[in-house]
């Protein structure tokens, strides 16, 4: 594949997309020990998960909402850029788009964070950093576009 087609911000929404999926999707947002109970309470508690992901509860819409999104822009890139598929003109020029949905991902991310912070595991805080940095890409992408040639 040929990455040196693509511009510093697709480059980062390609990668910090792909990282913040991957991270909704397998690595735990948050984590109960259950060490902590009585004893018999721990034995009837033995068989329950005590780890979530970013897309499960609590507020799993917001990690939902992220993951199509970051998905969204990840397929934008790859079909138009790397594989030079034609996709149909939206309203709005694709930049405008991927900056709209970097800053709604990264936003999203940061209010489930917030709204829960009881038993937060690594995911939560890698998550929100992999949305920043989509968010982030998405301003740059829209930046070099509107930038004079």
């Given at each position: 594949m040929g990455l040196t087609k693509l511009s510093q911000g697709e480059r980062i929404v390609l990668f910090a997309g792909v990282l913040l999926i991957i991270d909704l999707l397998f690595v735990a947002w948050y984590s109960v020990d259950i060490s902590v109970l009585p004893l018999d309470v721990r034995r009837?508690?033995?068989?329950v998960d005590t780890t979530l992901t970013g897309v499960q509860s609590p507020?799993?819409?917001y990690g939902v909402a992220a993951v199509i999104?970051?998905?969204v822009m990840i397929a934008q890139i790859v079909l138009a850029r790397l594989l030079s598929v034609r996709l149909p003109a939206p309203g709005l020029?694709?930049?405008q788009i991927?900056?709209?949905a970097g800053i709604f991902v990264a936003v999203v991310l940061v209010i489930k964070l917030v709204r829960d912070l009881e038993a937060l595991a690594f995911?939560?805080?890698s998550g929100v950093l992999a949305g920043i940095l989509v968010g982030y890409g998405g301003y740059c992408i829209a930046r070099e576009d509107a930038a004079p040639a």
């Open positions: 009837l508690a033995a068989g507020y799993a819409g999104l970051t998905g020029p694709w930049s991927h900056l709209v995911g939560s805080y």
